[in-house]
């Protein structure tokens, strides 16, 4: 995405994506009742139009306000969570991807006639990327109500198989003692390009630690299962004190039109019918792979099983020292393998959705031997989402401040993250109590 072409087809790319989550859904089905985790689908496509809008037509062009009555719908700090449900708040399905289309095709039209400067390929950059971020929230807000998988169309995509042959876990790896490389450069002559990054990854620091030892594979639904079968959900002894306060917290599972409460007795999408366990992908529940990751865990979830299991959770600079190796003074990499992205060395892009063996995709493995270190889940680690020393906001004022202090750090994207977005230093930040999200884990040995 640093040229013209590039950027073009990208912008082309995420446009289609979240117009097609939107427009395969039927009226019924955009009609969505309150859930805490996700948004109103055409609120989410109008609202990535109009950060389309504000930063770039107007911020760079002044350009007036397209229609000044959906301003403040479309701006999440102008109108609450909850208040996005109102009936007759969102426009409808017509003049909501009427405007969509609109911006779009004005965006399009700046990228083919202006001169394509490093700051506005930045702004360009961050605006397709939120974009992609909406993208990953509308395909887990199809997890969550129980709607048809969206099929999306890739080329030269790579067949992974739906079951493995290796049942056998790989293990731990050893990461050795040393100063290691975290985060992204600050103030860098490529800030557009090789090193473009959201705020939070900045700015890059060197941090020491000592050698531990990281399973190369996530936790798997087998391992999970074990966990549960032995009563981790009822033996308080695992569970932190938030940990117990969440036990006894009714969820909603998120399914219409009944949207049941239930206490926690196993992972959110989980149930046992005639002595079978079921998951429920999408719409459809299915029988229980062993050797799949297991998804949609709350932290609380993963703290439990590791007290069980003698385990622990890497820290966020453990897990990343362990994706990308980049030891200090040594050149660095934004991925397990390199630096440049390749869709074939990942579960992401929406396609295989977590339901891939732990084991699958050894050619995106780390210089350690970790798999699957981006894409297929959102991990959580032991670290609590804070700034990196010498942080400063970036263009989004909002991009991660609300969130340092109460939330905690994942690492590694999801299957349902854009290829385009991730890289090795990404953070992303979740309450601890999120089980929507395609979130899982892998552990370190005490």
């Known amino acids: 995405m640093n040229d013209k072409q590039s950027l073009i087809q990208e912008l082309k790319n995420t446009h289609k994506k979240a117009v097609d989550l939107v427009s395969t859904l039927s009226d019924d089905e955009l009609s969505i009742p309150y859930h805490p985790g996700v948004n109103p689908p055409l609120w989410e496509v109008g609202h990535v139009a109009f950060f389309f809008e504000v930063f770039i037509l107007k911020g760079l062009d002044q350009a007036t306000s397209l229609d000044p009555s959906m301003d403040d719908i479309w701006d999440s700090f102008n109108i609450d969570h909850k208040d996005r449900w109102k009936s007759g708040m969102i426009p409808s399905k017509e003049k909501t991807l009427h405007y969509v289309d609109d911006i779009y095709q004005r965006i ?14 930045y702004l360009y950059k961050y605006a397709i990327f939120h974009q992609n971020m909406h993208v990953e929230s509308l395909i887990w807000a199809r997890q969550t109500m129980s709607y048809k998988k969206m099929e999306f169309v890739q ?7 739906l079951d493995s042959d290796d049942k056998m876990p790989l293990g731990d790896a050893k990461i050795p003692a040393g100063s290691y490389w975290i985060g992204m450069p600050a103030k860098s002559d490529h800030f557009a390009t090789d090193d473009f990054a959201f ?5 890059g620091f060197n941090m020491e630690l000592d050698s531990f030892q990281i399973s190369k594979t996530l936790v798997s639904n087998q391992e999970f299962l074990a966990f549960v079968e032995e009563g981790g959900y009822e033996k308080e002894a695992h569970w932190s004190w938030a940990g117990k306060k969440w036990l006894r ?12 409460l239930n206490l926690p007795k196993h992972p959110l999408y989980w149930k046992q019918e005639k002595g079978e366990w079921l998951e429920r992908h999408f719409n459809e529940w299915k029988p229980l792979i062993a050797d799949y990751p297991v998804t949609h865990v709350s932290f609380f979830e993963v703290e439990a099983f590791c007290n069980w299991a003698g385990r622990r959770l890497p820290t966020e600079y453990e897990w990343e020292a362990a994706a990308l190796g980049n030891i200090k003074d040594q050149s660095r990499r934004k991925f397990p393998w390199g630096n440049h992205m390749d869709a074939n060395k990942v579960d992401m892009n929406g396609i295989h959705l977590a339901h891939t063996p732990v084991t699958a995709y050894p050619e995106g493995d780390s210089i350690f031997g970790c798999r699957q270190m981006l894409g297929t889940v959102w991990e959580w680690t032991s670290s609590q ?25 994942t690492k590694g994207g999801s ?22 999200v395609f979130v899982g884990f892998r552990t370190c040995a005490l």
């Open 108 to 121: 399009l039209s700046r990228i083919k006639s202006n001169e394509l400067s490093q700051d506005d390929l």
């Open 155 to 161: 080329a030269k995509v790579k067949d992974i198989p």
């Open 385 to 409: 989402y804070l700034p990196y020393p010498e942080f400063t906001v970036d263009m989004y004022v909002f991009m991660s401040t609300l969130q340092f202090g109460y939330h905690k750090t």
């Open 249 to 260: 917290t009714e969820r909603d599972d998120g399914i219409p039109p009944e949207k049941q």
């Open 199 to 203: 705020d939070n990854e900045k700015s």
């Open 415 to 436: 299957c349902a993250t854009s290829s385009v977005l991730i890289r090795g230093s990404y953070r992303q930040a979740y309450l601890p109590d999120r089980t929507d």
